[in-house]
């Protein structure tokens, strides 16, 4: 008799070992991303645990351990999207003649001016318009207007016409140091000239750049071309920073 009663005894114990945990229901409240989301990047659950959604909450289904495990991953996702910046773009269209004077370049252009002198010797170099767009992360871009218009036949012609666009900026940090990618950048410009008896033309002058990278506060020439007849560039300037 003893003996059937540690029987029994020793096999009460075993079956409550092998008892699963009961499942249990747990609702979480996201604060920063939208339920769909979450709901379709943990749709195949974790492990016993399941998901369902509730209007915008999350309901957490299974095991203690399952439910403990997808809440852990619903709030690795929801996690508040960094502010996006601002970022202010300045191109600088510059004109390398072939005689010197004329209006002197600011001196902010000193340094790409001595750079451009020792690869294009022109006499003189001449701001002709400074362009500015200020855009936010991941966004793109837009400007147009005049400029003046330069040449001997100046007076007598039309201004020029200038557009400036790009796709998408963004900002690269690395080491301390930050850099401006614009991607899709496309500059154009609609020059007069005379065609003779008071009638002229536009020429079309432009550059289009996949990617241009620029460490901020840099200033990097990314374009040059013929401006005309005469002895005369384009250079297209750009320079960026970051907003704060």
Do not use: W
């Not at 540690?6 to 920063?32: D, I």
């Not at 910046?85 to 004329?102: D, K, N, P, Q």
């Not at 250079?235 to 970051?242: C, G, N, Q, T």
């Amino acid at each position: 008799m003893r003996y059937m009663v540690c029987l029994m005894l020793a096999g009460a114990l075993t079956l409550g070992g092998q008892e699963a945990a009961k499942p249990t229901s747990k609702v979480v409240r996201l604060r920063y991303v939208d339920s769909k989301r979450v709901f379709n990047l943990l749709a195949g659950g974790a492990g016993a645990g399941r998901i369902s959604l509730d209007g915008d909450l999350i309901v957490l289904h299974g095991p203690p351990d399952a439910v403990a495990t997808l809440e852990g991953l619903v709030n690795q996702i929801d996690t508040p999207t960094p502010a996006k910046r601002s970022v202010e773009i300045s191109t600088y269209m510059l004109l390398g003649v072939g005689e010197a004077g004329g209006p002197k370049t600011p001196d902010e252009l000193g340094g790409v001016v001595k750079q451009l002198k020792d690869m294009f010797p022109f006499a003189g170099y001449r701001l002709l318009e400074t362009m500015y767009i200020r855009a936010g992360e991941d966004r793109g871009g837009e400007t147009s207007g005049l400029m003046p218009g330069f040449g001997s036949a100046s007076d007598t012609l039309p201004k020029p016409i200038y557009q400036c666009k790009f796709d998408r900026v963004r900002v690269e940090e690395s080491g301390g140091t930050r850099r401006i990618v614009l991607t899709g950048l496309r500059f154009g410009t609609k020059i007069p000239y005379s065609t003779g008896k008071e009638g002229y033309q536009y020429a079309d002058l432009g550059a289009n750049v996949d990617t241009v990278s620029v460490r901020e506060g840099q200033k990097a020439v990314i374009g040059k071309a013929g401006a005309g007849p005469g002895k005369e560039s384009l250079f297209l300037v750009l320079s960026a920073r970051v907003v704060e």
